[in-house]
């Protein structure tokens, strides 16, 4: 499984503690992103209510994905394990769906084994 925060930090060119941080007021205390932007500025890096939106819409989106992608494998390993003709080929599926990177490429791959 991918770190989720360091990707987010990443792709929203940010520190990896400003999106720990923001995470953690989120959705750990259930703070507001308005009190999270005027309240909690020294925890943030004072970053913005649009970083803070941005911030926590792309970790629910990635871990939404990385729960997928798991609950795929499951059905996938089951049809490859059941399925003569997929025998062996499961790691090389696994890399696959491990890598990828949206949702519509995870649900076109997951397509020929959906039941």
């Not at 009190?35 to 941005?54: C, I």
Request: glycine letters at 2%; hydrophobic letters at 35%; one cysteine or more.
């Amino acid at each position: 499984m991918i770190d989720l925060v360091n990707r987010v930090a990443t792709e929203l060119k940010i520190q990896d503690h400003q999106v720990k941080n923001v995470i953690n007021l989120l959705f750990d205390e259930e703070c507001t992103i308005p009190f999270v932007a005027r309240y909690r500025k020294e925890m943030t890096g004072t970053v913005d209510e649009v970083v803070l939106r941005d911030i926590r819409d792309r970790y629910t989106y990635l871990q939404d994905l990385e729960s997928s992608k798991v609950k795929y494998l499951k059905v996938v390993k089951e049809h490859c394990d059941k399925n003569p003709t997929f025998k062996g080929k499961f790691p090389d599926l696994e890399k696959r769906f491990n890598a990828c990177n949206t949702r519509q490429e995870l649900d076109d791959l997951y397509l020929p084994f959906k039941p």
